[in-house]
């Protein structure tokens, strides 16, 4: 369900700066940036202030590591939203045709073992969490 | 099965704070991919999805 308000955002500020990063980007404004707009009092800056630490912050992993690690949470959630946008920030960072096959097979992609190791503690956080 | 999991990750060389972080990324993904297909985000085009790949590296995300 995608709510007018968080469409078109749900005050004046949020409208102009929705149609002010749409031309700067050249595309629609991804639904996610827009909800990240919406009631700022509820969860758009604490929720982003956590997702900047987690991707962005100090890490022995790199930015695209940690990209590719949130586009196998979404591919395990069946999130194409997610996929597609975390997938696409990975690539700036490693080659396409080793994001490709993790997203395919992760037990078989060219990636280090810590990397496909950890993708399984992840998997099953993700889909087997049952204890 | 995760804590058997979790040593065969240190004994491939994952750190402990490598465990933490991606741990961190994978909890914090677990919520995000839930709004997004509970408000049924619409899904960019590939060019589209490249651009915002762009500003998300530049601007981050707080």
């Known amino acids: 369900m995608r709510l007018p308000e968080i469409e078109r955002g749900d005050s004046l500020r949020s409208r102009a700066l929705i149609r002010i990063i749409s031309m700067a980007l050249g595309a629609r404004l991804p639904d996610a940036a827009r909800v990240a707009f919406y009631h700022k009092d509820f969860v758009g800056p604490v929720l982003g202030a956590w997702t900047q630490d987690a991707m962005r912050g100090p890490s022995e992993w790199s930015v695209a590591e940690r990209e590719l690690m949130a586009a196998m949470v979404a591919k395990w959630n069946s999130c194409p939203f997610c996929v597609g946008a975390h997938r696409a920030i990975a690539v700036r960072g490693m080659d396409n045709a080793v994001a490709d096959a993790c997203l395919t097979d992760y037990h078989t992609a060219p990636i280090s073992e810590a990397l496909r190791a950890t993708l399984a503690v992840l998997e099953t956080m993700t889909l087997h969490l049952t204890n | ?62």
Not at chain 2, 37 to 52: C, H, Q, Y
């Open chain 2, 1 to 62: 099965m995760k804590a058997a999991q979790a040593q065969a990750a240190i004994a491939a060389g994952t750190t402990r704070q490598q465990l933490t972080d991606a741990a961190a990324v994978a909890a914090l993904f677990n919520i995000i991919t839930r709004y997004a297909n509970a408000l049924d985000f619409a899904i960019p085009t590939d060019a589209e999805f490249e651009k915002a790949a762009a500003m998300m590296l530049k601007r981050g995300y707080a």
